[in-house]
């Protein structure tokens, strides 16, 4: 990415808004992803630093790393034995596993995605039973002392489902703007779809799949994906009008072109 940013006519975040990383980003171009090797321990503890900051957080899982880090979690692993002697070796509070970590910190965005993603898997709306099952990243006493009752963390779930979530458009930045017209044929939206959108898809479609009509909700087997009806690729948008509710196989059936 320094090599890039000599040579290159973008900022290196232009990369990372748009693909997540910069090794996803040479994928997607078909470059081979970068093996840096003998990556000095401080550019790995101060890359934690600057993630922790950046959400800030005092701890946080290798998921939640990967999606603002630089580098992979494995690269921690190797040299730091395990996830949670990295965090410690950069001041941080172990890190533990989603479900027993009674977390204070979880905020409404989090909460509401959670929601979305239990309603998702099960194809309907989740009981509090649900919620304190595994499929849930929180227990419903969280949604209770954030919410008073979990019926009113449910009203509170549709409402932000609601609120805004029919496109992700781009926020506006001249260099991005630059990326967009070059090279994605113009897209006013992003090609991945939020928690929003998936969840705003699935309820249209009442979490069937459009082909098959199979869903969740009566074969615990079905696992939904929300897919572009005209493909990104081909200049589709990531808007509501767009999406469609498939089952993974008939997505994988379906051919992108
Ligand atoms: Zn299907």
Redesign the pocket.
């Known amino acids: 990415m320094d090599l890039y940013e000599k040579y290159g006519n973008f900022q290196r975040g232009v990369f990372k808004r748009r693909f997540g990383s910069w090794n996803n980003a040479l994928n997607e171009a078909g470059l081979k992803i970068l093996k840096r090797n003998n990556i000095p321990e401080t550019e790995l503890i101060d890359d934690l630093k600057r993630v922790a900051q950046k959400i800030g957080r005092k701890t946080f899982s290798m998921d939640l790393y990967e999606n603002n880090g630089q580098f992979s979690r494995g690269i921690y692993k190797r040299r730091f034995g395990s996830w949670n002697n990295a965090l410690s070796k950069a001041g941080f509070q172990i890190y533990k596993k989603m479900g027993t970590y009674n977390r204070m910190d979880a905020n409404d965005e989090e909460l509401f995605s959670n929601i979305a993603m239990v309603w998702e898997k099960l194809g309907k709306q989740p009981t509090q039973a649900n919620l304190d099952s595994n499929i849930s990243k929180f227990h419903s006493s969280k949604y209770k002392r954030r919410f008073g009752t979990y019926n009113n963390a449910l009203i509170a779930f549709v409402k932000w489902a609601e609120s805004g979530g029919k496109e992700n458009i781009e926020i506006p930045n001249l260099k991005t703007e630059i990326f967009i017209n070059e090279s994605d044929k113009g897209h006013k939206t992003r090609r991945d779809i939020n928690w929003r959108l998936r969840f705003l898809t699935m309820r249209r479609d009442n979490f069937k ?1 459009k ?4 869903s969740p909700a009566t074969d615990p087997l079905i696992i939904l994906h929300v897919d572009h009806i005209k493909a990104w690729t081909n200049g589709g948008e990531t808007i509501l009008e767009n999406l469609q509710t ?2 993974s ?3 994988t059936g379906k051919s992108n072109l």
């Open positions: 799949c082909y098959c009509g199979r498939l089952c196989k008939c997505n």
